[in-house]
């Protein structure tokens, strides 16, 4: 699986000018006005694409956290996905152990996950990260085609095996894979032996709640209520992450108001603690239909504002 790196020939380290150059020479060789072939097209692409990530800073540093899959597939994943960004036969050692892991010492959430280990990717619901759930995870790797007529160099090899991610888990959090493994044993086993030098990470990305918008560890939603309780107050429903809530608002709420929900949004890194907000806009709910009672009731309730209107 060819990073963005690979694709526009240049190093980890590379420059924004040495990225830029090497768009340039690359995209004139393959651009469309250039070869009207098919692979050469879906190069091109694949250039336009690693440019415009790398090219950018913070997208850059999204890029070296997430990994080239999970990167790429934008938090729309269907499964997880990984993607080892050290250099094919290569990893960045001290004692041992990969970067941060030095003589046994774990990263931090501050250090976030060492530069060089392997990371893969699993999607929790919102939901989720309340509760301890078992996930299935999965990690792809080239090894070297044995098929003596095949002309690939490399195929691939797809792992899958189950981990263990702890309730108040958090976006972006990520575990040392031998701490959370709990089934599929031979991948960490194969690893190991094949190079017991490279650190392998859990990172754990989130996915999007129909009706929530997500700003931080914060939540937005809305919820419809009926007239008479904004007018009279009374208890609504609001759907949180994990069922429905239950909000008493005061008699005369108008829909400018926003409502906060304390500890109700996303939980947070420990480092801050707790949880985020949940803040839900109110819509009013127009009924299409009347009985001939509730008409009667609307008609007189009209009738007494207008008047209290004249007399004032």
């Avoid at 893969?120 to 509760?131: D, S």
């Avoid at 899958?160 to 702890?166: D, E, T």
């Avoid at 008699?251 to 603690?273: D, F, H, W, Y």
């Amino acid at each position: 699986m060819k990073s963005y790196y690979d694709i526009l020939g240049i190093s980890r380290d590379a420059t924004q000018a040495q990225i830029k150059a090497a768009y340039r020479k690359l995209a004139k060789k393959y651009h469309p006005d250039s070869s009207h072939s098919e692979e050469d097209k879906e190069r091109f692409q694949e250039i336009q694409e690693a440019y415009a990530v790398l090219s950018d800073p913070e997208k850059r540093k999204k890029y070296h956290y997430y990994g080239h899959e999970a990167f790429r597939k934008n938090y729309q994943a269907q499964h997880t996905a990984s993607y080892d960004d050290s250099e094919e036969g290569e990893t960045e050692t001290r004692d041992g152990h990969c970067g941060a892991c030095a003589h046994g010492r774990k990263p931090s959430e501050e250090e976030g996950p060492p530069p060089q280990s392997v990371r893969i990717a699993v999607w929790l619901e919102i939901e989720e990260t309340l509760e301890t759930v078992i996930k299935d995870a999965y990690y792809t790797e080239r090894i070297p085609d044995t098929d003596t007529n095949s002309r690939q160099k490399f195929v691939e090899k797809n792992w899958k095996f189950k981990v263990r991610i702890p309730e108040g888990s958090y976006d972006h959090q990520f575990f040392i894979l031998d701490d959370v493994i709990c089934e599929g044993q031979e991948f960490v086993e194969h690893q190991r032996e094949k190079n017991p030098q490279k650190l392998y990470v859990i990172i754990v990305l989130l996915r999007d709640k129909p009706g929530f918008i997500r700003q931080g560890y914060h939540l937005y939603t809305d919820c419809t209520v009926d007239y008479h309780t904004l007018v009279l107050g009374g208890t609504i429903k609001i759907a949180g992450i994990k069922g429905e809530l239950l909000y008493e608002i005061p008699a005369g709420t108008t829909l400018e108001r926003k409502l906060r929900l304390v500890n109700q949004g996303l939980i947070r890194p420990k480092k801050i603690g707790g949880r985020g907000d949940l803040y839900v806009t109110l819509h009013i709910r127009i009924p299409q239909e009347l009985t001939l009672e509730q008409l009667s009731a609307m008609l007189r309730l009209r009738d007494a504002m207008e008047a209290e209107e004249i007399n004032t």
